[in-house]
């Protein structure tokens, strides 16, 4: 366990049964978090290449975060390009079964967060962004809140002639039903400069038209980390307010 801040961040090793190995989460508890409240919980998605210790490595104020908004912070393995979904190529990559069956029943036996779905977020960068829209669409009895920061929100420029291509066949086996989204809070976000703006500028019309509700952000910057060090600030405070108003219903 490292200790900074008042937060407290632990490494914690799970053996996942549905892809027979032991994949790590990073776990980021408010100070005071053994008192016995029941924090909302914020799971944190890293995107393409990275690893579950990107998030708290790249962004250390992760930790003044977690007390700032009063939320127990994880963030899962994701894989280096699985997307966060169970693919029907490669069983041995079952992230989305990972997630649900194992990841989250671990953290709700172990750390002092709500089981009530109010006070449950999922958000994420690039491949994180398309995976927590992604998995909050399927299992939207589980979140009330979901982001994207600079999301892959849309495969199928993706399915050939990318990294992403040895992983994906095509993308009807992975698609966002943005439909099953419109009882939960959405916020996207994307830098002006981003080679993914057009396809976020996509989703947020296609939102429009379909009458969901949701917050879209654009401002200056790219596909990097100096953009998602000022992202995860709106990203906390837009799922803190939506938390805030759970409490008083």
């Not at 169970?86 to 079964?97: G, I, V």
């Amino acid at each position: 366990m490292q200790r900074s801040y008042a937060a407290t961040v632990d490494t914690v090793s799970i053996y996942s049964e549905v892809m027979k190995r032991n994949i790590k989460a990073v776990v980021i508890e408010p100070s005071g978090g053994k008192g016995g409240e029941a924090y909302p919980v914020l799971y944190l998605l890293h995107g393409l290449g990275g690893n579950y210790s990107l998030w708290i490595n790249k962004v250390p104020y992760l930790q003044q975060a977690a007390d700032k908004y009063k939320c127990v912070i994880v963030c899962p393995d994701g894989g280096r390009a699985t997307v966060y979904f169970d693919n029907p190529m490669d069983s041995s990559s079952r992230f989305e079964s990972h997630f649900v069956q194992e990841l989250m029943p671990y953290i709700e036996q172990h750390y002092p967060v709500s089981l009530d779905r109010r006070y449950r977020a999922i958000t994420g960068i690039s491949m994180g962004g398309f995976g927590a829209m992604l998995i909050a669409s399927r299992h939207n009895d589980l979140f009330s809140v979901a982001g994207s920061m600079s999301g892959v929100l849309n495969l199928r420029p993706f399915t050939t002639g990318s990294a992403l291509r040895q992983k994906i066949a095509d993308s009807t086996c992975c698609s966002i039903d943005w439909e099953k989204l419109k009882n939960t809070r959405l916020i996207i976000d994307c830098g002006l400069q981003d080679y993914l703006l057009p396809v976020n500028r996509n989703i947020h019309k296609q939102l429009e038209t379909k009458q969901i509700a949701h917050d879209y952000i654009e401002r200056e910057g790219r596909h990097d980390w100096y953009y998602w060090k000022v992202a995860i600030d709106f990203q906390l405070f837009f799922i803190r307010k939506a938390w805030d108003e759970g409490l008083s219903n």
